[in-house]
């Protein structure tokens, strides 16, 4: 992905291209007209934009449509232009601590392929390998690629400042997808990308105002206004795994005592059961809601998460007053086993009975949701007018 001066004409020019892009991509194919009308630029604007996604590979022109009967043609007809399935790429990546996930999306909005895998050992090498699959599978011209990981990273996109779950510090990852991709690698929180994802192709699509609460070994927030990210200053945002929420002894990854996660994380549920982590945090969960069903002391365990987890979103809720709060991961498979609880809490902690319980939803794209978001963050600077798009190279990796 290239890009180019800073301001001048070619700012305008990616802006009014990103214009087009994201009107083909929301709404469908269009005539040059009517992508004049959407946008508000000038037809001849619109024709050299055109010409120029046409030349790029990016853009196709569809069949006209036929006149209805009775109706007389008009001159010649006008040839709707759509965005060419599979030409420009984005790929998205989640490496965490007992799964990998990656993810091929196309420009035009399309889920191209979608696959999890259980990490083991050397996780990024099962990364890696999962990654060079699918993209030999799919040889469009890849924009770039991003890993989401469950860590603080510094606003560069680069930089592992902490993560207290993986031995991650630093820009080493970067260095070793860069090299294996042959591509612009991007690193980014894995609750923002998943809450990117769920904003724009899951539970929270076309709600305003959300959080989404990763569920896994580690627990983070992602905060969606207006369908973008809220970051914070240093890009830190939603780090609330480590709120001193729930049991105050319970030891934490950090090495501190009485974080959020060591009551809610999955191994806290797992130790508490005694039970043994399977291939994925999903089939893991499913596992302990089925022994929920008949034991009651599995029953006890998870509502008692269901509690703290209530207790961690009454604070939330406060804070950021979310209309729709997302619970992905291993919340999704335990259901209504968390979710009452949490809601009963919410309702008894909330300061004032003019305040808003916010919707409790389990998200929808499964373990994939981070490597989905991703892989539309690797597709974010061509879409938001920031970056060139390159001519197309349908054959290589």
Not at 13 to 22: D, E, H, K, Y
Not at 23 to 40: I, M
Not at 122 to 133: F, G, S, T
Not at 253 to 267: N, P, Q, T, V, Y
Request: glycine share 14%; charged share 20%; aromatic share 2%.
């Amino acid at each position: 992905m290239t890009t180019g001066p800073g301001g001048g004409t070619g700012q305008l020019r990616r802006a009014n291209t990103a214009a087009v892009l994201q009107s083909l991509r929301r709404l469908g194919p269009a005539s040059r007209a009517e992508l004049a009308q959407r946008t508000g630029l000038a037809k001849a604007t619109v024709g050299a934009i055109a010409a120029d996604l046409e030349e790029a590979g990016a853009v196709v022109e569809e069949p006209p449509a036929p006149a209805g009967p009775g109706q007389p043609a008009r001159g010649r007809p006008s040839r709707p232009l759509s965005l060419r399935a599979g030409a420009h790429l984005g790929l998205g990546l989640e490496l965490n601590v007992d799964y990998v996930s990656a993810v091929v999306v196309d420009l035009a909005g399309g889920v191209l392929a979608s696959e999890s895998r259980p990490a083991g050992e050397d996780r990024l090498e099962v990364l890696l390998a999962l990654a060079a699959e699918l993209r030999a599978a799919h040889p469009g011209r890849l924009l770039g690629a991003t890993v989401a990981v469950p860590a603080l990273v510094r606003d560069d996109d680069r930089t592992v400042a902490w993560a207290p779950n993986l031995p991650l510090r630093g820009d080493t990852l970067v260095a070793h997808l860069a090299e294996a991709l042959g591509c612009e690698v991007r690193v980014v929180n894995d609750a923002n990308c998943a809450a990117y994802a769920e904003a724009h192709h899951g539970a929270a699509r076309g709600v305003d105002h959300a959080i989404y609460l990763t569920g896994t070994v580690g627990i983070g927030a992602g905060i969606v206004v207006g369908g973008q990210l809220v970051q914070g200053a240093a890009g830190f945002a939603g780090e609330v795994g480590h709120m001193p929420v729930g049991d105050p002894a319970a030891p934490c990854g950090c090495g501190r005592r009485g974080c959020w996660e060591a009551s809610i994380g999955l191994h806290a549920v797992l130790d508490a059961l005694g039970m043994p982590e399977l291939d994925t945090p999903l089939t893991t969960a499913a596992a302990v809601a089925a022994r929920a069903v008949d034991d009651p002391a599995a029953r006890a365990t998870v509502e008692r998460v269901g509690h703290d987890l209530g207790l961690g979103l009454a604070i939330l809720t406060g804070v950021l007053d979310p209309a729709v709060v997302v619970l992905g991961g291993y919340f999704v498979p335990l259901g209504d086993l968390v979710l009452d609880p949490a809601r009963r809490v919410l309702d008894a902690r909330l300061a004032s009975d003019v305040q808003v319980r916010p919707e409790l939803r389990l998200g929808t794209l499964d373990l994939r949701a981070a490597a989905l978001g991703a892989a539309e963050q690797s597709l974010a600077g061509v879409l938001g007018g920031t970056a060139d798009l390159p001519a197309c190279e349908l054959a290589g990796g």
